[in-house]
């Protein structure tokens, strides 16, 4: 088979393609004749050999990725036979090797794939659908309410762009440049706005007045992300998901699109940005909630997660933004979402 390597840690250009011997499956396992692997943006830290992250850096070399769909083509010792030549989506845990035209999982962790949703779009559900439907499990949206979503043509922003507007919310879908806020416009968004020019603040506030929003969800972060606050009414929700609101802009490399946003609560005197606990006192005072991911909840979930994602998908009411690369490619790829010159969901095709 063809996979990604990685033998040393560091840039994007360290990922090669190789050829490399068809893995086996163990009892209980499944391969899988991959057709889709998905890539996301915790590939890119571990690619790097960041430390410290939820993940602990494999062995070199490895082969990176942990979502796949494609169709059975091999069955372990003991597996069902019903598995054999179905279309399956399957979130390979802690364990790489995704980034390949074969790939092997535990049947337990399968996921059929409805015959009327693309491999493609199966991969972005799988992964990212899944956390997307854990962070609408701590949502109460309403019809009429106002929701704001910031990185709205990400994979995730694209999906809840698509979800707040099926439950009849009004929504504003805030991005990074011209074409991501045209792409945001034809997802659905009420409104769409650059949240790279320094007006973009007001132009919601001339739309909908001083501070409309209910529900903000938040997978910017740092510049975007304070402010957004701004915006928020009483009594209102941020949902976290991103980097800290305190990481100072620029902080992470090759992020374009975060120093040019201005309106982001900093100190008017010093303009240094506020700190967390300044941050949390002012959301307290104006009785604000804040909600993150909670890792252990959303494991507890994660069938239910993926099977809630896929069935949606399925039905049309989501429908994944998918940015597709050659596997041979991934280095590319990889470059790519770092640069924020993507939208929607990374996905490379063998």
Known sequence: MHAVRLHAFGPAGNLTYEEVPDPA??????????????????????????TGGPMALPELPTIPGREVAGTVDALGEGTSP????????????MV????????????????????????????AMIGTGRTV???????????????????AAGGMGALLVQYAKHHGARVIGAAGGEAKTALVRELGADLAVD??????????????????????FDGSGATPGRAALTLLAPGSTRYAYSRPLTEPDGAVEN????EAATGSGADSRTGA???????AEDLSARGITVRGLDPQRMMAQKRELETESLTLAAKGVLDPLVHTFPMAKAAAAHHALETRATSGKVVLIP
């Open 25 to 50: 499956p163990a009892p209980g396992q499944v391969r899988i004749a991959v057709e889709a692997a998905g890539v996301h943006v915790l590939d890119t830290v571990i690619r790097a050999g960041v």
């Open 82 to 93: 019903d598995w054999l030549r179905r279309r399956v989506a399957v979130h390979l845990g």
């Open 96 to 123: 790489p090797g995704g980034y390949a035209s074969v790939a092997v999982a535990d049947a337990a962790a399968l996921q059929p794939v409805p015959d009327q949703l693309g491999l493609p779009a199966a991969v």
């Open 133 to 151: 439907m854990g962070v609408l499990r701590e949502a109460e949206i309403a019809p009429g309410d106002t929701v704001l979503v910031l990185s």
């Open 195 to 216: 949240y790279t020019g320094p007006d973009w603040t007001d132009r919601v506030r001339e739309a909908y007045g001083e501070h409309p929003v209910r529900h903000l």
């Open 255 to 258: 992020r374009p699109g975060d």
């Open 273 to 279: 940005a506020p700190t967390e606990a300044a941050i």
